[in-house]
């Protein structure tokens, strides 16, 4: 088939050929869990693989049956069936009323929570607020609006599909749209042979010292203190050069906004703070050995330097700090897409089957 779109079931070959490849390159890395789903998923029928694949390619984890018709997949309860038989798929997850709530139309709401709104004619958006510190427990989808003629199923295994994406690609920016992105030569990667010794990730240490930082970066950009953010960062001890790199480019950023913020004692120090987690040295602010910290040790400033102010902490103004990044053939020995504009990183692993998808890796 000239053009892989023409078939209806195009993101389930790629799905299936992302587990073959890293089946193939990362065996020693999947624990007991992503070993067992690889497996299992194979035994699948074609329709029950099909609905997980576009279930795990949308956002979020709760989706409604009425939502899930599919040409090539037919009835969605009969295809999640076999998912529910495994735990990957569930129809009776509590749910918090703010979940149901963005899960409902507003005539679903009207007709389920009629006698608590006050405003009917209202926006939707106007009832979460009075309605939620009216309902503060869970309940089951069947169990909040049981009129309603539908059924919800929720994803269990959405964190386990983040890991092998993080495994194939190298970061989780990257999703499972850049196989159709390349398909349709939005995206053109070079092919690249893989050696054994390009893996980014060389050990299960070094998938959740990833994932750890990951997490950091997310409570940085959501406005968490900087002396937590910082504290934990420190707590992570790699011999990984790659996840240094990653390291570093986030003390960077969070010296970048320090720097806006006028916090210029704690940006001078973030330096010290990566020269001494790269070379094992005691910590510029603790004393302590390089590596492993204690969360509460960077914490602890005291005079050392101002803490963090008060109304400077924005999750918006986190992520406008610019971060300048350069891009080389890194740890995949991958390259940058063409076309003259740097494409999206692939440091562990990112490449389609005979090595399509790679690119460059963010320094």
């Not at 495994?86 to 709401?109: H, M, N, R």
Request: hydrophobic share 40%; aromatic share 10%; charged share 20%.
């Amino acid at each position: 088939m000239a053009n892989p779109l023409e078939d209806p079931l195009y993101y389930l070959h790629n799905f299936r050929q992302v587990l073959v490849w890293l089946g193939q390159r990362y065996a020693d890395l999947l624990d007991a869990h992503e070993q067992h789903f690889i497996q299992q998923f194979d035994r699948l029928p074609q329709a029950s693989q099909a609905l997980l694949v576009r279930m795990v390619m949308r956002k979020g984890v709760h989706f409604r049956a009425a939502k899930l018709h599919y040409l090539e997949i037919g009835c969605p309860h009969a295809a999640a069936r076999p998912l529910r038989e495994l735990g990957w798929v569930e129809d009776q997850s509590p749910l918090p009323f703010a979940t149901l709530f963005a899960l409902l139309q507003k005539s679903e709401l009207l007709g389920a929570f009629r006698p608590w709104i006050d405003q009917p004619k209202a926006n939707k958006a106007d009832w979460l607020e009075p309605l939620a510190a009216q309902f503060t427990e869970t309940r089951s989808f069947a169990q909040w609006c049981p009129d309603v003629d539908d059924v919800l199923y929720s994803l269990t295994v959405m964190e386990l599909c983040d890991r092998l994406r993080l495994m194939f690609f190298g970061n989780l920016h990257q999703d499972w749209s850049e196989f159709v992105l390349a398909d349709l030569g939005i995206y053109t990667y070079e092919k690249v042979e893989f050696c054994a010794e390009s893996r980014g990730l060389r050990s299960r240490d070094d998938v959740h010292g990833f994932l750890f930082l990951h997490q950091c970066q997310q409570a940085f950009e959501a406005g968490e203190a900087l002396d937590t953010v910082l504290a934990q960062v420190a707590t992570l001890c790699t011999d990984n050069p790659w996840l240094e790199k990653r390291r570093a480019k986030l003390l960077f950023q969070i010296g970048q906004y320090c720097e806006r913020c006028a916090e210029l004692a704690l940006a001078e120090l973030l330096p010290q703070l990566h020269l001494s987690r790269c070379a094992g040295a005691a910590d510029p602010r603790t004393g302590a050995p390089g590596g492993l910290r204690p969360s509460h040790g960077l914490g602890e400033r005291g005079a050392t330097g101002p803490t963090q102010r008060s109304g400077t902490t924005t999750p918006a103004a986190r992520r406008a700090a610019p971060a300048p990044q350069t891009w080389r053939a890194g740890a995949a020995q991958g390259q940058a897409p063409s076309g003259g504009a740097p494409g999206p990183g692939a440091g562990a692993g990112a490449a389609a089957v005979g090595g399509v998808l790679c690119a460059g890796v963010p320094e």
